[in-house]
């Protein structure tokens, strides 16, 4: 299984939701992300807060949607921030399609501690969701329960 983890910039939320769900996952899944206005380089807070976790940063960029052409995901997550007035990106195609809302922590401002603390929290968020989305009995779901699993651990 392929997911694709979808915000504008690419640069953080997708980027940690890219990082933390492989960490997480069995081999048989793999995780991606993309933007569809990629900053073109992973913030470095982003790149620090998965290493102070422990979580492989090797091989993150930041990206646009022709990064899985040839390989389309079967599950595609947004996870930009509707509440807050971010256009989300559209994926066309035949995946299921979910939405896992976060605040971008790189609008967090305030103290070093405070912004890290923000970032922290935004990790910690992204892997209850991941988490909650692998202990799902996958080969017992059709499509329909997969969905509606999908949307409520987005809305957790």
């Known amino acids: ?27 048989e899944h793999q995780a991606v992300s993309s933007g569809s206005f990629p900053r073109g380089e992973v913030l470095p807070r982003t790149l620090v807060t998965l290493r102070e976790a422990g979580i492989a940063t090797e091989g993150l960029s930041s990206k646009g949607n022709d990064a899985f ?5 079967d599950i595609v997550i947004t ?3 509707k509440a807050a007035g971010e256009a989300c990106p559209v994926y066309f195609g035949p995946a299921l399609k979910a939405h896992w809302g976060l605040a971008d922590p790189s609008d967090a401002s305030g103290s070093e501690a405070e912004i890290s603390a923000a ?3 935004t990790l910690a968020k992204i892997e209850a969701r ?7 009995p ?8 997969l969905q509606q699993a999908l949307n409520e651990i987005g809305q957790a």
């Open 119 to 121: 970032f922290h929290a």
């Open 79 to 81: 996870v930009c921030d």
């Open 130 to 136: 991941c988490r909650a989305f692998l202990a799902l």
């Open 138 to 145: 996958l080969a017992d779901m059709n499509r329909n329960e």
């Open 69 to 73: 052409v040839d390989c389309p995901p």
């Open 1 to 27: 299984m392929k997911v694709l983890f979808m915000c504008t910039a690419n640069s953080c939320r997708s980027i940690l939701s890219e990082a933390l769900f492989n960490h997480l996952a069995p081999s």
